[in-house]
């Protein structure tokens, strides 16, 4: 059974600061890996996408990068904004076509991002 | 807003009683999920429908749980008799599985509380 987990639980960094969220999941033999941000009492936002056959997508000032050979992902944010202060979730998911199948998500990591 | 509505937000219920959530997809989007969070931990995947098919359960979906997507679009999640460990947030979500690499859009969820 697929396991996701996200370390810290919890981070604030003071804006301005680049910053590095991490995903790490059990099975490597998937995988579609997705981002997501979570914003208090709100339903999820998909940031970045990233299939099997993909190293790393960007988005505007986030980079998201998977290795699966050693079963992690990184979710990079660059110059943070107190805006980005939300709950951001991985999420991993069997290889198929469209990759949204059975999302097996993390506990997510609380960012704050500090004025 | 996403596109993907979901009604009603709150539902406060006794416990016994019987409750259904409502949700409407982007309207071409074929693929439609279901999804329970409880607080503190990441969505766990309950049922998905294509068209009006239901393609795959969740053990975690008992026989007091029922999904509905008749023709194809809008859905419907019972939960009969509820119990307190019912309580959670119930999040839709739906894409086109069309193509890859499609993006997944996140309702914003009905909470749920069982007194």
């Known amino acids: 059974k697929q396991e996701v987990t996200q370390i810290p639980a919890a981070l604030s960094v003071p804006e301005g600061e680049n910053l590095v969220l991490n995903c790490s999941f059990t099975?490597?033999?998937?995988?579609?890996l997705q981002w997501f941000r979570q914003d208090p009492g709100k339903g999820l936002t998909s940031l970045l996408l990233?299939?099997?056959?993909?190293r790393e997508q960007t988005s505007g000032r986030l980079n998201a990068s998977l290795d699966k050979s050693s079963g992690r992902s990184t979710l990079y944010i660059a110059a943070s904004q107190p805006g980005d202060s939300a709950t951001y979730l991985c999420?991993?998911?069997?290889?198929?076509?469209?990759?949204?199948?059975?999302?097996?998500f993390g506990t997510g990591t609380r960012l704050t991002i500090i004025p | 807003d996403t596109g993907v509505s979901q009604d009603p937000r709150h539902k406060i219920t006794k416990r016994g009683q019987n409750v259904t959530f409502r949700c409407d997809p982007i309207?071409?989007?074929?693929?439609l999920y279901w999804y329970r969070q409880t607080l503190g931990q990441g969505p766990e995947f309950l049922t998905y429908?294509?068209?009006?098919?239901?393609?795959?359960k969740s053990r975690l979906l008992s026989d007091r749980f029922s999904a509905e997507r008749p023709k194809g679009s809008f859905s419907t999640l019972e939960i009969q008799r509820t119990e307190q460990g019912d309580s959670a947030m119930y999040l839709c979500?739906?894409?086109?599985?069309?193509?890859?690499?499609?993006?997944?859009?996140f309702g914003e969820g009905s909470w749920l509380t069982v007194v």
């Open positions: 999420a991993g998911a069997p290889i198929s076509n469209f990759g949204n199948e059975k999302l097996t």
């Open positions: 099975d490597s033999a998937i995988y579609n």
């Open positions: 990233i299939q099997s056959s993909q």
């Open positions: 309207s071409e989007h074929n693929r």
């Open positions: 429908f294509q068209n009006e098919a239901q393609l795959e």
């Open positions: 979500a739906s894409m086109s599985a069309r193509s890859s690499g499609n993006t997944i859009y």
